[in-house]
């Protein structure tokens, strides 16, 4: 694991998630006026959420996921995996994606 965590291409997790967000809101056809009026947020907040601008808390995923008739897996999956150790390491702690912990 720790190789694909090495990835120089990678993307801090905010405007991966923001991207995916992005891309789901628009193959549904809806402005991001209308995703913030179904999640319930202000529309700046929305799109500051899609260009990666601010993270973003389980919850407000889940709301989005509803809104846009979506699996949160669907935004999340494998989300780790592009961004840099370091990245993940400045979240939370480093033993949540330490290799040496059996599961």
């Known amino acids: 694991m720790s190789n694909l965590l090495s990835n120089t291409s990678s993307k801090p997790v905010a405007l991966e998630l923001g991207q995916r967000i992005r891309k789901a809101r628009n193959e549904k056809n809806l402005t991001i006026q209308v995703l913030a009026d179904l999640v319930g947020i202000e529309y700046t907040q929305m799109s ?29 999956k494998d989300l780790e995996l592009n961004v840099t150790k370091k990245e993940i390491e400045d979240c939370g702690p480093a033993k949540l994606f330490d290799e040496s912990v059996n599961d």
Do not use: P
């Open 48 to 76: 500051r959420i899609e260009l990666g601008k601010i993270n973003t808390s389980v919850l407000q995923v889940c709301k989005i996921s509803r809104a846009l008739d979506i699996n949160m897996s669907t935004l999340l």
